[in-house]
């Protein structure tokens, strides 16, 4: 009888902590279709660490998807690479009180046919937009 109890507290507390923290038992990152029908792709859940009052955005805004493109193009320049846009998995931004914006995106490009996912970090100020980290998530 005890067991039962301890184990309907467990799920219960679990279920409890799931809707109030957004715990999930999903597994395995996001799915995503690779160009050219080479089937689907799975991508690691983003690592941005400590939230740091970030908050989350929609990241099919028109705003956030030019962002993106901005990255892959800058990115591009800086690296004679030939990355293209697809898509953008998760995107969060934080404002000061100047207005300025810190965006961090999830974005994922093709590079000769394969799908990656790459971490971007834009800063966007006064009609200006800087690129402060471009990185390959592995």
Do not use: C, W
């Amino acid at each position: 009888m005890a067991l039962k109890s301890v184990s309907f507290i467990m799920i219960a507390s679990f279920l409890l902590a799931s809707s109030l923290f957004g715990v999930s038992t999903a597994f395995g990152g996001r799915k995503a279709m690779a160009p050219g029908g080479g089937g689907e792709v799975t991508a690691n859940p983003p690592d941005f660490g400590i939230n740091l009052g970030f908050l989350p955005i929609n990241p099919e805004d028109p705003k956030v998807v030019a962002i993106a493109k901005f990255a892959i193009e800058e990115n591009n320049k800086e690296h004679n690479a030939n990355l293209v846009y697809t898509t953008v998995y998760e995107a969060l931004y934080a404002e000061d009180a100047q207005g300025t914006r810190k965006y961090a995106l999830v974005v994922a490009a093709t590079d000769d046919k394969v799908l990656n996912d790459y971490s971007v970090s834009v800063v966007v100020a006064k009609g200006s937009q800087k690129v402060v980290a471009f990185q390959e998530n592995k």
